[in-house]
Every structure is written in C-alpha cells, then in structure tokens.
C-alpha cells in the first residue's frame, strides 16, 4: 500500500494498531507518522516501531493520506479545530473512540470530510483485533476497502450501520476486560484448589482462547457447544448449574447494557 498514514495520538490503542500494521508488513515504518503529547511517549515510540513521531499535530495531518484520531472522546473537538485547516478534502479521517459520530465530526471539520468511524480493541497488538467500521457518504467503495486492509492487518473487520456503533463497546471494544476478568476469576478458582498461580492462568486463558476458536471454525451455536461438553450428572453440568443459579448471564447482560448506554451518552454529548 502506497499511502501515508498518520496517528493523532499513540497511546495504548494507536500503538497496537502501529504494530499490527507493521508487524503484519501491510505497511513499513516510513510510512507512518503519528504525534503525541509527552517526551517519553515520543522516545518510546520512535525506538519500538521506528516511526516518524512528534508533538505537531498539524504537520501529520497535512501529511497524511488516511489520518487516524486516535485520542480521548473529550479533546477530540479540540483537536478537530486545531487540524482542520491542514486537512485536505481526499484525506480519509478515521476516529478510535467511542461516541463520536459522523455528524459531529462534519460539523467540526465544517466541510464535506471523508470519515469513518472505527471501534478496534486492544487484542489488534497480536493480530487478533476485533474491529468495526462505519464510513459517512462521502467516503467511496474504494476508500473503504483500503481502510478496511489496514484494519485487517491486524484482526478482523465488519461495516455497519452508524446506528449499530453505540453497541459495539460493550460487544467487543470494551468485551476483552470483561474477558480478562473471567479468565482471572476462573485461575482463583483452580488457585484456591491448589493449583499454582501460573499454571491457573495458563489454563484458563488457553481454555477461553480454545472456546473461542470452536465457535468460530465450526460456525456451531455456542448452546449447542456448550451442549456437547455437559455430560449426565457431570462436573460440567455441576458447574454450569451453579452459574445460572448465580446470575452470570444476566450480569453480563447487565454489563453490556451498562457499557451501551454509557457510549450513548457520549454520543449525545453527555460527560
């Protein structure tokens, strides 16, 4: 790919996405630019992934033939003024960050600007990213799909519908939190049975990432996976009586419902 990309931005998740890019060899390092605001980031970034970074966000968004707005929800109108007028009207404006609408950002940009909204999460950093796309009119069937390779190097994509993105956090961007937290509940489990703290998480990661796996590669319900594994008047059966009794589905419901109507909020303009 023959594109100059910049990141707005390069903390945790702009990071990840660098990586993925490089690692994945879609793009090298001289393609990309990025800025941010500390001197550590910079010395940090510049030594990891041999990009070009700096504090000047006007010069990579000048520079930029896709440009990625990769920083909090609360500055991003503050950024948007700042770059507007190094922006040109082909650029590609993608935004990592929940709630910012393809509404919002025309009217901060004040002209017809390609955007696309995007939703990836933190697992794009070993290339099993989980992302989401809605693009606004004015961006082309081929604007897409670059944008969509980019993404791709690093995990997998789905477009959508604007209306769906508010769901999306709590469906993946915000999901592998509360991933890690089953994971850690199920190595404290196997811990308070004796099992070494290591082996736990060992165990337990490996067996959520196999699940996983099974429910994609064989396209079969989870149900009916779940089905398969509880034998008569066995230990997983035991267990998954317990888990009902104790409400895990409907407090993880409750969670994505919560984290749903938080990305709302912010859609809405709600601090």
Same mark, same amino acid.
């Given at each position: 790919m023959k594109r100059k990309i910049g990141f707005i931005g390069c903390g945790q998740m702009g990071q990840a996405m660098i990586h993925g890019m490089i690692q994945s060899e879609v793009l090298k390092a001289d393609q990309i630019s990025a800025t941010a605001l500390t001197d550590e980031t910079i010395d940090?970034?510049?030594? $990891?992934?041999?990009?070009?970074?700096?504090?000047?966000?006007?010069? +990579?968004?000048?520079?930029?033939?896709?440009?990625?707005?990769?920083?909090k929800p609360y500055i991003y109108q503050g950024v948007v003024s700042e770059i507007k007028s190094a922006v040109r009207e082909e650029?590609? +404006?993608?935004?990592?960050?929940? &709630?910012?609408?393809? $509404?919002?950002?025309?009217?901060?940009? &004040?002209?017809?600007?390609? +955007?696309?909204?995007?939703? %990836?999460?933190? %697992?794009?950093?070993?290339?099993?990213?989980?992302?989401?796309?809605? %693009?606004?009119e004015y961006v082309t069937a081929d604007d897409l799909a670059i944008v969509r390779e980019l993404f791709e190097s690093f995990g997998e994509t789905e +477009?959508?519908?604007e209306g769906l993105m508010d769901a999306v956090p709590a469906v993946s961007g915000s999901a592998p939190a509360f991933v890690y937290m089953f994971i850690e509940a199920m190595a404290d489990g196997a811990v308070q049975q004796g099992m070494p703290r290591d082996k736990a998480y060992k165990l337990a990661a490996q067996t959520v990432h196999g699940a996983a796996k099974m429910v994609l590669e064989t396209g079969r319900h989870p149900g009916e996976l779940k089905d398969a594994v509880c034998t008569p008047a066995g230990t997983t059966i035991a267990g998954v009586t317990m888990l009902e009794q104790t409400g895990m589905r409907s407090s993880i419901i409750q969670a994505m419902n919560a984290s749903t109507q938080r990305a709302k909020d912010l859609s809405s303009g709600k601090k």
């Open positions: 940090y970034v510049a030594e $990891e992934y041999g990009i070009e970074i700096t504090n000047d966000n006007k010069k +990579v968004a000048a520079e930029s033939d896709i440009l990625f707005l990769a920083v650029t590609i +404006v993608v935004t990592v960050a929940a &709630g910012i609408t393809l $509404e919002t950002m025309k009217n901060a940009f &004040g002209f017809n600007v390609k +955007v696309i909204r995007s939703m %990836p999460n933190t %697992p794009a950093l070993v290339g099993a990213g989980m992302s989401v796309l809605s %693009p606004n +477009v959508v519908a």
